[in-house]
């Protein structure tokens, strides 16, 4: 089974400073089509999951554009160029490349506080 | 505007059962795969089940060892999730969550409030 690692765990950031979590996948994330299925998720504290990027480096529709993804093969990247208040909370990676989901699916979560 | 909310939600002792429900209103319901996903107290999200958007295919965590079960009605636009012996470990919140166009390789675009499901005696 795959096996999603972040790092940090606990990110303590400054307010307008930049911000990056780490994510390794244990197998590559390059599906059979030749995308890259890695996604990110953000959850503010007491709500629901958010997905902020997919595929890598594409951004959700209303994510800002200080959020970015980046990476290939089984290291990503997500980083926050200037944080904001607002982005206090704690962020998944997650493969969507193997089927079926095992628990090593998701990271284990990196939490962002000011 | 896509709405996903969950109910049946509660303290449950050790070895009951519990059935959860999804509502969902804002898309075509019964052409979307749904999933349930669940997150223990201070803890990671962990996927729990699909189902196909006709309710044929199901799909579920190995964990869950054939004690949960996941159906629909595409009637009612609802999604269950029926949740057999439970033990302490299943306690959470539980998501039903709306795949993205790319399936469940995307993630999961749209997601419900979460109903806490507490297992204790």
């Known amino acids: 089974d795959v096996v999603m690692t972040q790092s940090p765990l606990s990110l303590p950031v400054t307010l307008g400073q930049p911000a990056s979590i780490s994510c390794k996948s244990s197998q590559s994330l390059v599906h059979s089509d030749g995308n890259t299925y890695l996604n990110w998720f953000q959850q503010r504290p007491g709500q629901s999951p958010r997905r902020l990027i997919y595929?890598?480096?594409n951004r959700d529709s209303g994510v800002p554009d200080r959020f970015s993804g980046s990476g290939s093969g089984t290291d990503f990247t997500l980083e926050i160029s200037r944080v904001e208040a607002e982005d206090v909370g704690v962020y998944y990676c997650m493969q969507g490349t193997h089927w079926p989901p095992a628990p090593g699916t998701f990271g284990q979560g990196t939490k962002l506080e000011i | 505007q896509v709405q996903l909310v969950e109910s049946g939600g509660g303290v449950v002792q050790p070895g009951r059962s519990l059935r959860l429900s999804c509502a969902a209103s804002g898309f075509n319901f019964n052409i979307e795969a749904m999933h349930w996903v669940r997150q223990a107290p201070d803890k990671g999200l962990e996927w729990v089940a699909v189902i196909s958007f006709d309710g044929i295919n199901k799909y579920y965590a190995d964990s869950l060892e054939g004690r949960f079960t996941i159906s629909r009605d595409n009637s009612r636009n609802t999604l269950y999730l029926q949740m057999n012996s439970l033990s302490a470990e299943d306690s959470a919140v539980y998501y039903c969550?709306?795949?993205?166009?790319?399936?469940?390789?995307?993630?999961?675009?749209?997601w419900g409030q979460g109903t806490l499901v507490t297992v204790s005696s």
């Open positions: 595929k890598v480096s």
């Open positions: 969550a709306r795949e993205s166009l790319d399936g469940y390789k995307g993630g999961w675009v749209d």
